[in-house]
């Protein structure tokens, strides 16, 4: 039941930040400078409903009544430079819970 780096890097992180900004390359070292508060709140809330929509399963058995969640919002954002400080924090704070 839990989600690897390279996951919440791919199908978490990534996803949220291109619905924000037009990024190719690594996205590790991505800067979060010139991110406006409308960005921050589609970038947070892209990856909340993200992780959330990942289906949670232990060893391919499926639990349809858990789903990942994160705590998330702009005091934990302004403790992040860089993409990888969010995929970081990302990947050591979601927890699984019932729906």
Not at 37 to 53: A, C, D, E, R
């Amino acid at each position: 039941m839990s989600l690897t780096r390279d996951i919440i890097k791919s199908q978490v992180v990534q996803p949220a930040l291109l619905s924000v900004a037009d990024f190719t390359g690594d996205i590790e070292d991505f800067s979060f400078t010139n991110f406006q508060p409308t960005h921050q709140s589609v970038f947070l809330n892209k990856i909340k409903s993200t992780l959330n929509g990942i289906p949670v399963t232990d060893g391919g058995t499926p639990y349809p009544q858990y789903m990942y969640d994160i705590i998330l919002n702009p005091s934990i954002f302004s403790g992040w430079a860089t993409i990888k400080d969010c995929i970081d924090y990302t990947t050591n704070n979601y927890s699984t819970g019932p729906r």
